[in-house]
C-alpha cells in the first residue's frame, strides 16, 4: 500500500508544478465582489463532479427520496423539493461567465485516478458560513478512511491547481453575506482559488478543508433555528435508516454545469477512471483520452 506521507508528496509536487504552468494562461480573475455586501451576480458555474452510481440512487431513491420530499413539503421549503439535481460528489466548483469553460477544463484536467472505493455515510446539515443565513444544505457525507477517502482528498488538491486558474472570480455564493461571516482561511481560499472548502499548495505544503460529500437538498431559504432543528430531526431519521451507509465505486467523473447552490444542471463530459477516455455526453463519442 502506498503511504501516506508518498501521496502527500507527490500530490504536492503535481499541484505546484501545475499551478505555474497554468498561472501563464489563466484569464482575467475580478476579486472586486468580495469588497460588496450582496451576493456576486451569477453567470455559469461549472465543476469537475463523481456523479452517484446506480447502486447508490437505487437505494437513495427506495429509502431517502420520497420521505425526504414529504418532510420539505411538510415544512414549506418548496422550492427545495422542486430542485433539479444530477446526484453527484463535488470534487471542485469554478464560475466563469465563458461559455467555452467546459471545454477548457476537459483539456487542463489533470490525471485522473483508478476507480474510487468508498462510503457514504451520515446526513447532516451544512451553512455557507456559520450564521451567514444562507444558502445552506442537507448532505450525506462520505467516510473519511481508507484509500478511497485518501484518494479523494489527493485528486481535489491536483484538480483544483489546474482547474480553478479557469475562472473569472469568485463562486457567487462565496461572496457577500457569506464572505462576511467566513474565517480567515476560507476567505483566503476564496481570494486565490475562488472557492472555499478545497486543498490547495501553499509553501510548498498541501492544505486540506475538502470535506466531499452528496447533497440531497440545497436551500437559499433562511436558516433559523426552528429549520435547523426540523433539519437535524430529518438527518437523524434518514441516520436511523441507512447506519451502514452504502458502500459503491466511483468509476468516472464528469464535466458539468451548476446552479447557484451547487445543484448540477447538465453533464458536458464524463471521464472513465478505469481507461481515461472523454465522453461528450451529447454525441456518446469519445473526444478525449485522460492520462491514467
Not at 456576486?40 to 427520496?65: E, M, N, S
Not at 422542486?82 to 469554478?94: A, D, F, G, K, W
Not at 471521464?271 to 473526444?287: K, P
Request: proline fraction near 6%; include cysteine; hydrophobic fraction near 45%.
Amino acid at each position: 500500500m502506498t503511504s501516506f506521507r508518498h501521496i502527500v508528496n507527490m500530490v504536492v509536487g503535481l499541484a505546484v508544478g501545475m499551478g505555474g504552468a497554468m498561472a501563464a494562461s489563466a484569464q482575467a480573475i475580478d476579486n472586486s465582489s468580495l469588497d460588496g455586501s450582496a451576493f456576486r451576480g451569477h453567470v455559469a458555474t461549472y465543476g469537475l463532479v463523481y456523479r452517484l452510481p446506480p447502486d447508490v440512487t437505487g437505494v437513495l431513491d427506495a429509502k431517502i427520496t420520497g420521505p425526504l420530499q414529504a418532510h420539505l413539503l411538510r415544512l414549506g421549503l418548496k422550492d427545495e423539493a422542486r430542485t433539479s439535481n444530477l446526484p453527484h460528489v463535488t470534487v471542485v466548483h469554478l464560475h466563469s461567465a465563458d461559455p467555452a469553460t467546459p471545454q477548457k477544463m476537459l483539456k487542463a484536467l489533470p490525471k485522473v485516478p483508478a476507480p474510487i472505493v468508498l462510503t457514504l455515510k451520515t446526513f447532516y446539515t451544512t451553512e455557507a458560513a456559520k450564521d451567514a443565513g444562507h444558502p445552506w444544505w442537507l448532505d450525506l457525507g462520505i467516510v473519511k478512511t481508507g484509500d478511497g477517502f485518501e484518494t479523494l482528498m489527493s485528486y481535489n488538491t491536483v484538480a483544483t491547481a489546474a482547474l480553478t486558474p479557469l475562472r473569472d472570480g469568485p463562486l457567487p455564493r462565496c461572496t457577500g453575506p457569506v464572505f462576511a461571516k467566513m474565517g480567515d482561511a476560507a476567505k483566503d481560499l476564496v481570494k486565490t482559488v475562488g472557492v472555499s472548502g478545497v486543498n490547495v499548495v501553499k509553501d510548498g505544503k498541501e492544505l486540506r478543508s475538502h470535506n466531499p460529500h452528496n447533497t440531497l437538498v440545497y436551500s437559499m431559504a433562511k436558516f433559523d433555528p426552528p429549520v435547523q432543528a426540523a433539519m437535524k430531526q430529518v438527518a437523524d431519521e434518514f441516520n436511523a435508516v441507512l447506519p451502514d451507509g452504502i458502500a459503491t465505486t466511483f468509476k468516472d467523473v464528469s464535466i458539468v454545469e451548476i446552479g447557484f447552490s451547487g445543484n448540477v444542471l447538465r453533464e458536458f463530459y464524463r471521464i472513465s477512471l478505469e481507461d481515461g477516455s472523454a465522453v461528450d455526453v451529447a454525441t456518446g463519442q469519445v473526444v478525449a483520452t485522460i492520462a491514467k
